[in-house]
């Protein structure tokens, strides 16, 4: 069997790691790949190394989608003149129909990564404009967006590959009392007055406390405003923006606290991996991740108040012992739920579904 992955410019920007590993997944499994990702995502990013790369150019209009497409046919022709390529992957909203078209050329099915639940109204169109030749199938990464997509475009073809992260032997040591207190704030900033609620009782907390720094994600910080409502608080000197944490993960996961009020439907890493290294995670809620669970995994706001997200954090630092179970809990819950291996698969049973027989053993 043989795959196309085709990703758009804001998942490789927040996925990289996922991409990389879904590729070397694919070699461990004797399938041949290809990375097929934006321009200028090649110039900030390590993709590539793997597996071969086609670059294209992702910013057209709609009726260059054709064109765009058969741009990347003859560029594969070129490299792998006797190849026919079985799956077309798409991984971000944006790559969808490029992958459709570039599917269609090559005869291959077309298999999309549901990643957002808002994204499910397009599945649908792309499920209607899809030729008859061209099975299409969507894999939702998350139970909970699986039923989010059911409700909002019935009919459409699911098939759920919950995403796997790896998990270290033991999960972190945190809050320990002879270290520095560090929290990170990783928010995509779209849902402004929720984003500035959580920062603003993270804050509230952070402020009297002596030894702690607050790692901030530079998205959420430059969407919400909340470099000034920093220097309001007085946290100033208590402060790091990061930008591209999601590329500098290992800072991230060396931190006692992660924190994050996206409400979105949307599934992250980031978020599985602070849960997998056993991070204590303070986060909205778990409607967004089904690994979110109350008390076990981690502790959820309900309601968008400042106040909650400050007696929130308040409940992690004066409770450590409490916190480190939760913690535990959620590295377990990752090692036994979210394995990479079940991950992958999961999604070559979607492309064995799309194009029986092709994998051959």
Avoid at 170 to 198: M, T, Y
Avoid at 322 to 339: L, S
């Amino acid at each position: 069997m043989n795959v196309l992955l085709i990703v758009d410019r804001l998942f490789v920007r927040h996925e990289q790691r996922l991409i990389e590993r879904i590729a070397s997944a694919l070699l461990d499994e004797g399938l041949d790949a290809r990375l097929i990702v934006p321009e200028a995502a090649m110039r900030t990013s390590a993709l590539g190394t793997l597996v071969p790369v086609i670059t294209y150019a992702d910013r057209g209009l709609s009726f260059t989608t054709r064109i765009r497409a058969g741009s990347i046919a003859r560029q594969l022709r070129k490299d792998n003149p006797n190849t026919r390529w079985d799956i077309v992957h798409a991984f971000g909203g944006q790559s969808w129909s490029l992958a459709l078209e570039l599917a269609r050329l090559e005869r291959a099915a077309l298999a999309a990564e549901l990643w957002r639940a808002g994204l499910a109204t397009r599945a649908k169109n792309i499920t209607q404009s899809s030729p008859e030749e061209t099975p299409c199938l969507f894999l939702a990464p998350d139970p909970s967006i699986e039923d989010v997509a059911r409700d909002t475009a019935p009919g459409i073809p699911l098939h759920t590959a919950p995403w796997g992260v790896p998990s270290p032997p033991s999960p972190k040591d945190i809050l320990s009392n002879s270290n520095g207190l560090s929290v990170v704030f990783h928010s995509s900033g779209r849902s402004k007055s929720e984003c500035v609620s959580a920062f603003e009782g993270v804050a509230d907390t952070i402020r009297e406390l002596d030894n702690a720094h607050l790692f901030v994600n530079l998205e959420a910080a430059r969407r919400a405003g909340l470099w000034g409502r920093a220097r309001t608080a007085g946290i100033l000197d208590k402060i790091t923006l990061v930008d591209h944490i999601e590329h500098l993960r290992e800072l991230a996961l060396s931190a006692d606290i992660y924190v994050t009020p996206d409400t979105i439907h949307e599934q992250r890493t980031m978020l599985l991996e602070a849960l997998a290294h056993g991070l204590a995670v303070i986060a909205t809620s778990p409607e967004q991740c089904s690994a979110l669970i109350e008390d076990e995994t981690a502790y959820i706001v309900h309601t968008h108040r400042r106040t909650q997200w400050s007696t929130k954090l308040r409940a992690v630092l004066n409770d450590p012992d409490h916190a480190r179970t939760i913690a535990k809990g959620a590295w377990k819950h990752i090692r036994e739920h979210r394995k990479v291996s079940t991950h992958m698969g999961a999604m070559i049973d979607a492309y064995t579904q799309l194009v029986p027989g092709a994998l051959t053993v």
